[in-house]
C-alpha cells in the first residue's frame, strides 16, 4: 500500500495568514493526488484534484502543487472558515490511501 | 443539486453484520461509482472499496475483502454496504461518496456518514 505523510500534524495561524501543508507519498503517484478539508462531524469536502486543479466551488485562495512524490496545499490567506482539518489522498494505486490530517486551528 | 444520503445510525454486538444505505439523487446513478470511506474515532480516512452501479462490479480493499459486501439497487438509485463479523474497531463513521474521473479516485459528493457502533 502507498503510504501518504502529511505535515504538520497541526498547526496554529491567523486570518489572513499563508498556510502551507504538505503531503508526502511513500512511491510515484504523477499527479494522482487529492485535498479535502473536513468540518467536525461532517463528511470531507473535495478542494483540489489531480495535485492542483481547483474543485468548482472551491475559493480561489486554496493551491495546490507538487507530482510524483511530493505535494503542497497552500492557503494564500486563512480565512476564518478555513479552521478544518486537511487530508491528502492518493488515487494512484489501490487501496486508495490517505494522509493522517493536518489539523489547522485558531492561534 | 447532487446529494448522497445514508440511513442512520446502528448498534451492533460482536460477531452481528450491519448493512448501510447511500440514496443518490440529482444524478445518473449509472455513471459514477459509488466509493465506501470510513472514519474511527479521532482518526483518518480509511478506503474500503467501489462499486459500479452500471454492471455490479465491485473493486474492495483487501483488508476488508472478506468482510464487506457492495451492492446497489438501480431502480431505487441506492448502493448498500454490509460489514459482517463485526467487532469494536469496526465502530466508526461510514461514508459513502461518488467516485468521478480517472479510477473513480475523486470524491466529490459525499453522504453525511452513518454512525456504527460495535459493543457488547
Known amino acids: 500500500d502507498i503510504q501518504m505523510t502529511q505535515s504538520p500534524s497541526s498547526l496554529s495561524a491567523s486570518v489572513g495568514d499563508k498556510v502551507t501543508i504538505t503531503c508526502q507519498a511513500s512511491?510515484?503517484?504523477?499527479?494522482?493526488l487529492n485535498w479535502y478539508q473536513q468540518k467536525p462531524g461532517k463528511a470531507p469536502k473535495l478542494l483540489i484534484y489531480g495535485a492542483f486543479s481547483l474543485e468548482v466551488g472551491a475559493p480561489s485562495r486554496f493551491r495546490g502543487s507538487g507530482s510524483g512524490t511530493d505535494f503542497t496545499l497552500t492557503i494564500s490567506s486563512l480565512q476564518p472558515e478555513d479552521f478544518a482539518r486537511y487530508y491528502c489522498q492518493q488515487y494512484g494505486n489501490v487501496p486508495y490511501t490517505f494522509g493522517q490530517g493536518t489539523k489547522v486551528e485558531i492561534k | 443539486q447532487v446529494q448522497l444520503l445514508q440511513s442512520g445510525a446502528a448498534v451492533k454486538k460482536p460477531g452481528a453484520s450491519v448493512r448501510l444505505a447511500c440514496q443518490a439523487s440529482?444524478?445518473?446513478?449509472?455513471?459514477?461509482?459509488i466509493q465506501w470511506v470510513r472514519q474511527a474515532p479521532g482518526e483518518s480516512l480509511e478506503w474500503m472499496g467501489w462499486?459500479?452501479?452500471?454492471?455490479?462490479?465491485?473493486h474492495i480493499s483487501q483488508k476488508f475483502h472478506d468482510r464487506v459486501t457492495l451492492i446497489t439497487d438501480t431502480s431505487a438509485n441506492t448502493a448498500y454496504m454490509e460489514l459482517s463479523s463485526l467487532r469494536s474497531e469496526d465502530t466508526a463513521l461510514y461514508f459513502c461518496?461518488?467516485?468521478?474521473?480517472?479510477?473513480?479516485?475523486?470524491?466529490?459528493?459525499w453522504g453525511q456518514g452513518s454512525l456504527v457502533t460495535v459493543s457488547s
Open positions: 461518496a461518488r467516485g468521478r474521473g480517472v479510477a473513480a479516485g475523486l470524491f466529490d459528493h
Open positions: 512511491q510515484d503517484i504523477s499527479n494522482d
Open positions: 440529482a444524478y445518473n446513478f449509472a455513471t459514477y461509482k
Open positions: 462499486v459500479n452501479p452500471a454492471n455490479g462490479d465491485t
